[in-house]
């Protein structure tokens, strides 16, 4: 496996980062998921199939490109619409096509995958909310290369027994042309609503039976599986609907203006490797060194607790990349929380904060350890209070908002600026993977297993990793159920919980939400074994055996071996 290397480049950002984008337009083609003609249900077990099989959808994605219209009389327009990117379970269902000159047509047609050229897309130029932008799609295969064109995932019953599936059609030789009848007279405010029918994907012409056809695929060449799925793509998406006058509604994108900017601010470089997508960063929050500098501070300030005993930095020890080396955090007076201490870099990338997600935002989760009782059991007015008898404090405020008055508010906004900044990407696997040095045969031999899926039937063993660990930042930083038995007073998000990254991971021991592995060996091991199956393990895993993977104990050594070539030196050399 190759990667061209970029190095580290700067962002400055400051009010208005991004230019706004336009998600209105004369046409908006919207999608419906359905299961034989009925809206599909996500994490129902409860769609019957071919081969005796009844089945759920967890995961429902998919890349579109090239769509045009053909007029009356035969003749094609566009592409109208480069590339569009649906999720059923984001509910991003409809695209807008700006450019489409009025007239009457009588088919539409689009492409579901990319071409080899928008395949190998350098994604590290583009906003962040363009669909090809990995961060937000969560379809690019990140050090192998290019996207996937379409991702399946779910469970499935067969015989009493239930088990998980995963179908991931991609390759640019894969991609699949669509055309849909359609009859339409473009006004200005025209609507296209498309069904794409699931029971005819997996069923017509050519069914896809899990337990005798494969329960996985990734598109190799030769695959019987990817041949039935673009087989049966071409009858899967039907027309349901024109609407006059446009009844589909366009989200729109918010503008914010930056809270409490000061008149003199200098940005703060944001920097990162190359090979990362570019963030989502708030524009109402900039980075500018002022406030970096004061957020800074605030991190390792212990009058944020209510006797002064502890401060961010207690739990967050950048030495240990940001975590305390503890199974279970600790607040003051000894109050043994019940979760591990999550690290904080890349947080740029994230969406969701703690192993819950219960915070949406960055300066919404730095106040909740302030008045939770098992951390700093203070109230943001007593913190307030303590920082307003620091006159040093009041020049650091003024400095970094309009007006020198100490809010929470600010003091969230200050925080999250501070915590955006702390990146790592320079670790000996980034080195090696621009040509500077490189991996032992141990360690090379760990990044094959991580990359590889375990897929008998076209005779691959490897270890799976990569489905949520993948990609750059070695995290989906989504929520999954990966077969831990747990424990009743802490489920997480409905079972499952937050994908952490595995950069540093060899630093931020023990592992788990709950602490429960000492070293990196008992997490391999635990994903090479058998694991507590439930209705919620992620059906990347339960796809798996029953008794796990079986790796030999030298691919489990290789794996661990890889894992520490992730590590930052930045945060393992401190003097």
């Not at 409809?94 to 000159?101: M, R, Y």
């Not at 673009?230 to 006058?245: E, H, Q, S, T």
């Not at 963030?279 to 004061?294: C, E, M, Q, Y």
């Given at each position: 496996?190759?990667?061209?290397?970029?190095?580290?480049?700067?962002?400055?950002?400051?009010?208005?980062?991004?230019?706004?984008?336009?998600?209105?337009?004369?046409?908006?083609?919207?999608?419906?998921?359905v299961?034989?003609?009925?809206?599909?249900?996500?994490?129902?077990?409860?769609?019957?199939?071919?081969?005796?099989?009844?089945f759920?959808?967890k995961?429902?994605s998919?890349?579109?490109?090239d769509?045009s219209?053909?007029r009356?009389?035969?003749?094609?327009?566009?592409?109208?619409?480069?590339?569009?990117?649906?999720?059923?379970?984001?509910?991003?269902?409809?695209?807008?096509?700006?450019?489409?000159?009025?007239?009457?047509?009588?088919s539409?047609?689009?492409?579901?995958?990319l071409?080899?050229?928008?395949?190998?897309?350098?994604?590290?130029?583009?906003?962040?909310?363009?669909?090809?932008?990995?961060?937000?799609?969560?379809?690019?295969?990140?050090?192998?290369?290019?996207?996937?064109?379409?991702?399946?995932?779910?469970?499935?019953?067969?015989?009493?027994?239930?088990?998980?599936?995963?179908?991931?059609?991609?390759?640019?030789?894969?991609?699949?042309?669509?055309n849909?009848?359609?009859?339409?007279?473009?006004?200005?405010?025209?609507?296209?609503?498309?069904?794409?029918?699931?029971?005819?994907?997996?069923?017509?012409?050519?069914?896809?039976?899990f337990?005798k056809?494969?329960?996985?695929?990734?598109?190799?060449?030769?695959?019987?599986?990817?041949?039935?799925?673009?087989?049966?793509?071409?009858g899967?998406?039907?027309?349901?609907?024109?609407?006059?006058?446009?009844?589909?509604?366009?989200?729109?994108?918010?503008k914010?203006e930056?809270?409490?900017?000061?008149?003199?601010?200098?940005?703060?470089?944001?920097?990162?490797?190359?090979t990362?997508?570019?963030?989502?960063?708030p524009?109402?929050?900039?980075?500018?060194?002022?406030?970096?500098?004061?957020?800074?501070k605030?991190?390792?300030?212990?009058?944020?607790?209510?006797?002064?005993?502890?401060?961010?930095?207690?739990?967050?020890?950048?030495?240990?990349?940001?975590?305390?080396?503890?199974?279970?955090?600790v607040g003051?007076?000894?109050?043994?929380?019940?979760?591990?201490?999550?690290?904080?870099?890349?947080l740029?990338?994230?969406e969701?904060?703690?192993?819950?997600?219960?915070?949406?935002?960055?300066?919404?989760?730095?106040?909740?350890?302030?008045?939770?009782?098992?951390?700093?059991?203070?109230?943001?007015?007593?913190?307030?209070?303590n920082?307003?008898?620091?006159?040093?404090?009041m020049?650091?405020?003024?400095?970094?908002?309009?007006g020198?008055?100490?809010?929470?508010?600010?003091?969230?906004?200050?925080?999250?600026?501070?915590?955006l900044?702390?990146?790592?990407?320079?670790?000996?696997?980034?080195?090696a993977?621009?040509?500077?040095?490189?991996?032992?045969?141990?360690?090379?031999?760990?990044?094959?297993?991580?990359?590889?899926?375990y897929?008998?039937?076209?005779?691959?063993?490897?270890?799976?990793?990569?489905?949520?660990?993948?990609?750059?930042?070695?995290?989906?930083?989504?929520?999954?159920?990966?077969?831990?038995?747990?424990k009743?007073?802490?489920?997480?998000?409905k079972?499952?919980?937050?994908?952490?990254?595995?950069?540093?991971?060899?630093?931020?021991?023990?592992?788990m939400?709950?602490?429960?592995?000492?070293?990196?060996?008992?997490?391999?091991?635990?994903?090479?074994?058998?694991?507590?199956?439930?209705?919620?393990l992620?059906?990347?895993?339960?796809?798996?055996?029953?008794?796990?993977?079986?790796?030999?104990?030298?691919?489990?050594?290789?794996?661990?071996?890889?894992?520490?070539t992730?590590?930052?030196?930045?945060?393992?050399?401190?003097?």
């Amino acid at each position: 496996m190759s990667l061209v290397s970029k190095a580290a480049i700067p962002f400055i950002l400051l009010a208005c980062f991004w230019p706004e984008q336009s998600l209105s337009g004369p046409i908006n083609i919207q999608f419906r998921h359905v299961i034989s003609g009925r809206p599909l249900l996500l994490d129902s077990l409860r769609y019957p199939k071919s081969g005796n099989e009844i089945f759920s959808v967890k995961r429902l994605s998919y890349l579109l490109s090239d769509v045009s219209f053909q007029r009356e009389e035969g003749t094609w327009i566009g592409p109208v619409a480069d590339v569009a990117w649906i999720d059923a379970g984001k509910r991003r269902v409809t695209f807008s096509v700006n450019d489409l000159p009025k007239g009457k047509y009588r088919s539409m047609r689009f492409v579901l995958g990319l071409d080899s050229k928008k395949n190998n897309f350098d994604f590290g130029s583009v906003h962040p909310d363009h669909p090809l932008n990995p961060s937000l799609n969560k379809l690019h295969w990140s050090w192998q290369g290019g996207y996937v064109f379409l991702a399946l995932e779910g469970h499935y019953r067969a015989s009493g027994k239930r088990r998980g599936y995963s179908l991931h059609f991609a390759r640019s030789a894969n991609r699949k042309f669509i055309n849909v009848p359609l009859k339409i007279d473009h006004g200005s405010a025209t609507g296209i609503v498309l069904d794409f029918d699931l029971t005819s994907l997996l069923s017509t012409p050519r069914p896809i039976i899990f337990s005798k056809d494969g329960e996985s695929t990734h598109s190799r060449k030769g695959d019987p599986v990817v041949d039935s799925i673009a087989k049966n793509l071409a009858g899967a998406f039907r027309l349901r609907d024109v609407i006059y006058p446009n009844q589909i509604n366009e989200p729109k994108l918010e503008k914010k203006e930056p809270l409490y900017f000061p008149d003199s601010a200098e940005p703060f470089p944001f920097k990162m490797a190359g090979t990362f997508p570019v963030p989502k960063l708030p524009t109402d929050n900039p980075l500018i060194k002022s406030r970096v500098r004061l957020g800074e501070k605030l991190f390792s300030d212990k009058r944020l607790s209510r006797d002064f005993s502890i401060a961010c930095s207690s739990c967050h020890q950048k030495d240990r990349a940001f975590t305390d080396g503890l199974s279970l955090s600790v607040g003051i007076e000894d109050r043994k929380g019940k979760r591990n201490s999550m690290p904080l870099f890349n947080l740029a990338w994230k969406e969701k904060f703690f192993w819950d997600g219960r915070s949406p935002s960055l300066r919404d989760q730095v106040l909740m350890p302030i008045s939770s009782h098992a951390e700093f059991d203070n109230s943001l007015e007593k913190a307030v209070t303590n920082l307003s008898r620091d006159s040093s404090y009041m020049t650091l405020f003024k400095e970094a908002f309009t007006g020198p008055d100490i809010t929470s508010e600010k003091i969230a906004l200050a925080l999250e600026n501070f915590l955006l900044t702390l990146t790592s990407y320079d670790s000996k696997f980034d080195r090696a993977m621009a040509g500077q040095i490189e991996l032992n045969d141990k360690e090379k031999r760990g990044f094959e297993l991580f990359m590889t899926e375990y897929e008998p039937r076209t005779g691959r063993f490897g270890a799976d990793c990569f489905h949520c660990h993948g990609g750059p930042l070695f995290s989906d930083h989504d929520f999954h159920n990966n077969g831990l038995k747990l424990k009743s007073e802490d489920s997480g998000m409905k079972g499952l919980f937050s994908t952490p990254s595995l950069r540093n991971v060899e630093l931020t021991a023990p592992y788990m939400h709950d602490g429960r592995f000492t070293t990196l060996e008992e997490v391999v091991s635990h994903y090479n074994s058998a694991m507590h199956r439930t209705d919620l393990l992620d059906p990347n895993l339960a796809k798996h055996p029953a008794l796990g993977l079986r790796l030999a104990k030298s691919d489990e050594q290789a794996i661990v071996a890889f894992l520490k070539t992730l590590t930052d030196p930045k945060y393992k050399d401190l003097p």
